[in-house]
């Protein structure tokens, strides 16, 4: 998205000659070295569904 967008390349190369692309790298990079391997984590829905359920306001108040 960095390089492959025009407008996202113009932000960041006005800035230094080829920031987009060392954004790009960077970034992939970190995800390489500390997001591979990770299993995927509980969808959204599913994490609401087991979500606590909340008191209310008023039962909060002494």
């Known amino acids: 998205m960095y390089v492959a967008d025009p ?3 113009a932000v960041y190369d006005q800035h ?3 920031a987009a692309e060392f ?3 960077a970034l ?3 995800v390489e070295r500390h997001l ?5 984590g509980p969808s959204p829905q599913r994490m609401w569904a087991r979500a606590p359920a909340t008191r209310s306001r008023t039962a909060c108040r002494r």
């Open 23 to 25: 954004v790009r790298d």
């Open 36 to 40: 591979t391997g990770l299993r995927p």
């Open 7 to 9: 407008r996202f390349t």
């Open 16 to 18: 230094a000659e080829s």
């Open 28 to 30: 992939k990079a970190y």
